[in-house]
């Protein structure tokens, strides 16, 4: 099979400390994500974890990363749920938590808006929630603390590079996240305002869910819309999509990353298989996440947000670094 190659680059998320790897993990959280021992000894922190869903390569490394760390050698019983990308379902599993009375909620939220019911809901039951991954528009008061990344500089990062590459008339289509989450609004924010002057003009953005059929499907589209040679340049929210587009671009006959340039953010290990060039953002938040919650329930003041901070590195830079890839 010939290698498809992925116009763009590299942002690598790292965080400050030795992050839990992927595990195959069970539901019940087993695994090493390297925690210390919960404080007590023997007291075991409950906590329920309401997951988005599996919508992506990216996602799946997130939820083996976040049961290695929630695992009962480091002190957890964790309470998994996967709302299948539903913000309904989402809220459902949190009230199954407070209902259930666990220790903590850590949610990585599916769309931004709509939390405050369940959310006062914890606070009364004396609940503390820790938000993982996404972030909301409720006031800071019904949550403990965030942990995740920057998307805007994501955007921004991946849009300062293609201003910088594109310097004649480009025609751009965008496969945009799921509507309403925060990743899908903070990398178009970053990436529109990093290209705002070029040249590069943005035709049509369509919603592919975080999904590679998504993807296709969208991309599919564009191609009936605009032809192979009225686009020029596609900006994936995420790895599954672009892999989605570059299977729709082949199938209308064209190459990717040539008559089609590419720009996708993630950098997962199928991506990174796929694609020569890629915006990172690191999955691995468990560890962080573990340390959070035992001293949140440990009655200690911890900082509001934790943002793990991006880095940049080139073609041959990404390529290097497949081999030891974790995610």
Not at 128 to 154: H, N, Q
Not at 185 to 203: L, T, V, W
Not at 247 to 261: C, L, S
Request: contains cysteine; negative net charge.
């Amino acid at each position: 099979m010939r290698k498809r190659m992925l116009a763009g680059f590299a942002v690598a998320g790292t965080l400050a400390l030795a992050l839990a790897g992927c595990s195959t993990s069970t539901d019940g959280g087993e695994g090493d994500g390297g925690a210390e021992p919960a404080a007590g000894g023997d007291d075991v922190i409950t906590v329920g974890f309401a997951q988005t869903g599996s919508e992506s390569g990216w996602r799946s490394a997130n939820t083996e990363s976040m049961k290695a760390a929630f695992s009962e050698e480091n002190g957890f019983e964790l309470v998994f749920n996967a709302a299948d990308n539903d913000p309904a379902a989402q809220i459902q599993a949190v009230r199954s938590f407070i209902n259930q009375g666990v220790d903590a909620i850590v949610i990585a939220p599916i769309v931004e808006d709509g939390w405050e019911d369940v959310l006062q809901e914890a606070k009364d039951a004396e609940i503390p929630v820790i938000l993982e991954d996404r972030t909301i528009t409720a006031s800071e008061d019904l949550y403990e603390t965030w942990v995740g990344l920057d998307f805007k500089k994501e955007g921004e990062t991946a849009g300062q590079w293609a201003a910088e590459t594109f310097t004649e008339p480009t025609k751009m289509v965008v496969l945009e996240g799921t509507t309403g989450s925060a990743p899908a609004n903070d990398r178009a924010e970053g990436f529109d305002s990093a290209i705002e002057g070029s040249p590069i003009e943005k035709i049509d953005s369509q919603t592919g869910d975080f999904t590679r059929d998504g993807g296709k499907s969208v991309m599919e589209g564009f191609l009936s819309k605009y032809g192979v040679d009225g686009i020029d340049l596609v900006y994936a929210h995420n790895d599954d999509m672009a892999l989605g587009a570059i299977d729709a671009i082949e199938a209308a006959g064209a190459v990717p990353g040539e008559d089609i340039k590419i720009i996708s953010i993630d950098a997962v290990h199928d991506g990174m298989q796929a694609l020569a060039d890629i915006v990172e953002c690191n999955p691995l938040l468990g560890e962080k996440a573990a340390e959070l919650v035992k001293a949140v329930v440990a009655g200690e003041t911890v900082e509001k947000r934790t943002i793990v901070e991006d880095e940049a590195f080139d073609q041959e830079a990404a390529k290097a670094a497949l081999p030891d890839r974790k995610y």
